[in-house]
């Protein structure tokens, strides 16, 4: 047999079997480790103060041993895990070194020993450094030989507070992590080292961890450096380092501890600031005015609801069709109302039904209207083109001919990105509504109409924030239809705010849109959710990570790229730096009047087919997509 081939092996089973001792051979161990130490410790202070022994201090160490034994068990030394020791283990070792030093003060006054004082003294020194430094030693002594079974991957922590040092002291137990520096921000943390640890100035963070062969950065930073955190996972992700975020303690309650998965803020995957959109003409335009919200139940409408409660109107008209999303935002808004002096009025109904829209608008006494309720969901409508029709562009010429005939002061349309150029039905129903809008405020001088323009509304429902958050939460995989989709994004908050501050700005016919940066991929935002939740990509070649990332194919009705303006030569500023006016194409009265006839005509036949090539006819820039279709 080679000698030099057994010579590991035997190795690793001495190590796994020191380091798999059972509970109470551990137990047994530390108490006679203990019992050792209060004997060495009384023996020094004899040797060091006594010039002769008398047979009182003989009989000394076996009482003082049998005293000392049950302080031991008292304080639970010898249940102290040796991988979790911490300050409190400590201090409860120094109570017992304090407790056994009075022991042998009242037993050496019993027996008229000399130099009482020095010895008591010398024995309480020793016997809690002893206790305290054995079991240092043994958790370093642990913690040497699993690094030395197991090849541990060096991590760094950014974050030398609480959270950081509970987190290290966490890694460390671990056989397969080893944590090798802290970097912090606060210059007086910086060089100093916390449990053996170094602490780094984060200015050559990337070239630092490279440096030092760290692969992994866990960010244990607070909720309220939301903004740093998004820094360091944006700089870890452009040079390749993998990064994870550690929950905060309120989402670990939150998720009662069972994953380290945590919820994505949204504005932590935009990719750029947030945009301040308060400002005085919003409260302004709708205070003590009474505003109906159609589809007040869905994502938008029911945050505008929320932003508009905090203008202070004199009521809001909840319009709705579900019946399930209107009872849900009335429950949830009721109270807010009540505490605002808001009078909160819940109507069921469709926009496409002319006389229950007439009956809320004149026994309300509607002034302004934020037009939301629309079908949105682009594969769904590729295959429900006439209802999609119907509802975006019928209903919306429906509730705005009533807005008219009632005297309503502004009325706000919610369109999409998706118009612009549209490759889908649902983008070409949103282009037609505007087309609508604008020729309906030709003639009516005294309502203003305005259009609003989104990107996709992160956080909304069938975003591809909820969706996911689903599939990572589900263990994977992210499905994203191309590598190469970009889209603009913008938060809930930021839309519901973009149709209050139109509805503040409109002046008649006008186009509103949010400048929002640069359109993302949504392959890197599903890459950024997947880090900030705390798993990891999982890379094909290695097989390392936990989520993998899927390509399934642009659907129906997608494109690769969303534009906001046919041409941006066409932009106007307004009050808002960050807000611009476009000034669209419009058609004649007579051809908006034609496409509707058509539009109708198609869904009076049931026929799509004629709506595409209506659609096709009409629609300037309309060019049609093929999509990868759902399988069955």
């Avoid at 004899?46 to 009989?59: I, K």
């Avoid at 017992?96 to 006054?109: C, D, G, H």
């Avoid at 002034?367 to 209903?395: D, S, T």
């Avoid at 959710?529 to 990332?549: A, H, N």
Wanted: proline residues 4%; charged residues 20%; glycine residues 8%.
């Amino acid at each position: 047999m080679h000698v030099e081939g057994s010579k590991p092996l035997y190795k690793k089973v001495l190590i796994v079997g020191l380091t798999s001792l059972p509970r109470d051979v551990v137990r047994a161990i530390l108490m006679g480790t203990d019992i050792a130490i209060t004997l060495v410790s009384l023996l020094i202070a004899d040797l060091l103060f006594l010039t002769s022994w008398s047979a009182g201090a003989l009989w000394i160490y076996p009482l003082l041993i049998a005293i000392d034994t049950c302080w031991i068990i008292a304080f639970r030394l010898n249940r102290i895990k040796l991988v979790m020791l911490n300050s409190r283990d400590i201090l409860n070792i120094a109570r017992a070194s304090f407790m056994m030093a009075m022991s042998f003060l009242v037993v050496s006054l019993i027996l008229d020993e000399a130099h009482v004082a020095q010895r008591v003294v010398v024995f309480g020194i020793f016997s809690f450094a002893g206790m305290v430094g054995v079991r240092s030693l043994a958790v370093a002594s642990l913690g040497h030989l699993r690094g030395y079974l197991h090849k541990r991957q060096n991590v760094a922590i950014f974050g030398a507070g609480a959270a950081g040092i509970q987190l290290a002291s966490a890694l460390n137990q671990s056989a397969d992590m080893r944590v090798a520096a802290f970097f912090d921000d606060n210059p007086t943390m910086q060089g100093m080292e916390i449990g053996g640890v170094p602490v780094w100035s984060p200015s050559q963070l990337v070239a630092d961890l490279f440096r030092h062969s760290i692969s992994k950065l866990v960010v244990a930073l607070p909720d309220h450096a939301r903004a740093r955190r998004n820094a360091i996972v944006e700089i870890c992700d452009q040079a390749g380092i993998e990064v994870q975020i550690l929950p905060s303690f309120f989402d670990l309650l939150a998720d009662r501890g069972s994953a380290r998965l945590r919820t994505v803020d949204p504005h932590e995957l935009l990719g750029r600031g947030k945009v301040d959109l308060d400002t005085p003409e919003v409260a302004k335009s709708y205070a003590g005015r009474v505003v109906m919200v159609t589809g007040a139940g869905g994502s938008i409408g029911s945050e505008l609801c929320r932003q508009l409660l905090n203008c202070r109107p004199a009521k809001i008209v909840l319009y709705e069709q579900s019946e399930y999303n209107l009872y849900a935002a009335d429950m949830e808004l009721q109270p807010r109302a009540l505490k605002r002096n808001v009078r909160l009025v819940s109507c069921l109904g469709s926009v496409t039904d002319p006389d229950r829209l007439r009956h809320v608008m004149r026994s309300e006494g509607v002034e302004i209207v934020l037009h939301a309720a629309a079908y949105k969901h682009v594969p769904m409508i590729e295959e429900n083109e006439l209802e999609g029709a119907r509802n975006n562009v019928l209903g919306t010429k429906v509730a705005a001919e009533i807005a008219v005939e009632e005297g309503v002061e502004r009325f706000i349309l919610i369109s999409s990105d998706k118009a612009v150029r549209p490759s889908s039905v649902m983008g070409a129903t949103k282009r037609i509504a505007e087309l609508v809008i604008q020729d309906i405020q030709t003639r009516a001088p005294a309502t203003k109409f305005a259009m609003v323009r989104f990107g996709n509304v992160l956080g909304s429902s069938g975003s591809v924030l909820p969706l996911f958050q689903a599939q990572i939460e589900a263990g994977g995989p992210v499905t994203v239809t191309d590598p190469e989709v970009r889209r603009y994004f913008m938060t809930i908050t930021e839309a519901a705010r973009l149709v209050l501050l139109a509805g503040a700005y409109a002046e008649g016919g006008d186009v509103f849109v949010l400048d929002m940066g640069e359109p993302q991929k949504i392959i890197s935002l599903a890459r950024k959710m997947i880090q900030l939740s705390g798993r990891r990509v999982l890379d094909p070649k290695t097989g390392e990570g936990e989520i993998e990332i899927k390509i399934v194919g642009l659907r129906p009705g997608e494109k690769l790229f969303e534009e906001l303006l046919a041409d941006f030569d066409n932009l106007r500023k307004t009050p808002h730096p960050k807000i611009m006016r476009a000034e669209e194409a419009m058609l004649s009265q007579i051809e908006v009047a034609a496409l509707l006839r058509e539009i109708q005509a198609a869904i009076n036949t049931s026929d799509p087919q004629v709506l595409r090539n209506v659609v096709l006819k009409r629609v300037d820039g309309y060019q049609p997509s093929v999509g990868v279709k759902r399988e069955a």
